[in-house]
Antibody, heavy 121, light 107 residues
Framework: QVQLVESGGGAVQPGRSLRLSCAAS????????MDWVRQAPGKGLEWVAV????????YYADSVKGRFTISRDNSKNTLYLQMNSLRGEDTAVYYC??????????????WGQGTLVTVSS | DIQMTQSPSSLSASVGDRVTITCQAS??????LNWYQQKPGKAPNLLIY???NLETGVPSRFSGSGSGTDFTFTISSLQPEDIATYYC?????????FGPGTKVDIK
């Protein structure tokens, strides 16, 4: 079955960096676009970034553009999120999510369990 | 950038009630809209895609409608297991925008 397992979260000081990983299994990873979506404590969902199936196209939310980089290694079935210049408002649970075609657009059909990133001095 | 709003932000209803949530886009998004359910402590779950299409395996008491800027999500008969926060989500060429969510609980 489809599994997405995030790792790399933790506590970090403002201005520092962190790299999240998402290990995918149970499907052909290289065939799917993948997303990072985050959720601050007690708040709603915020889409962070997406990468196309082949890694050639990447898009970011304005709130993280220039600070975060999404990447993937299809040989390792792994998705990454490099987070630099972290701020307090980046504190959230970060979900890895599989993008799937639905109708004439896209949706997320599988999510990881999430990994918590806490940015605090 | 397109902004998504939802109303109400929360509601309480009785088991068996009809529940309606609205989602509004700041500009015409055709029917490029999905709905998700997120139960406490869990990842979200896709319920509706393209504004009105029920995802496979989702109970038929859930439905969606709308096009353009105004969308509606309905639970025809609220069940205890429907306690959750519901999010609309606009999609545009791989980019997603979520609404702020509507929390539904039992009265």
């Amino acid at each position: 079955q489809v599994q997405l397992v995030e790792s790399g979260g933790g506590a970090v000081q403002p201005g520092r960096s962190l790299r999240l990983s998402c290990a995918a299994s149970g499907f052909t990873f290289s065939s799917y676009a993948m997303d990072w979506v985050r959720q601050a404590p007690g708040k709603g969902l915020e889409w962070v970034a997406v990468i196309s199936y082949d890694g050639n196209n990447k898009y970011y939310a304005d709130s993280v553009k220039g600070r975060f980089t999404i990447s993937r290694d299809n040989s390792k079935n792994t998705l990454y999120l490099q987070m630099n210049s972290l701020r307090g408002e980046d504190t959230a649970v970060y979900y890895c999510a599989r993008d799937v075609a639905r109708g004439h657009g896209d949706a997320v059909d599988y999510w990881g369990q999430g990994t918590l990133v806490t940015v605090s001095s | 950038d397109i902004q998504m709003t939802q109303s109400p932000s929360s509601l309480s209803a009785s088991v068996g009630d009809r529940v309606t949530i609205t989602c509004q886009a700041s500009q015409d998004i055709s029917n490029n809209l999905n709905w998700y359910q997120q139960k406490p402590g869990k990842a979200p779950n896709l319920l509706i895609y393209d504004a009105s299409n029920l995802e496979t395996g989702v109970p038929s008491r859930f439905s969606g409608s709308g096009s353009g800027t105004d969308f509606t999500f309905t639970i025809s008969s609220l069940q205890p297991e429907d306690i959750a926060t519901y999010y609309c989500q606009h999609y545009d060429n791989l980019l997603f925008t979520f609404g702020p969510g509507t929390k539904v609980d039992i009265k």
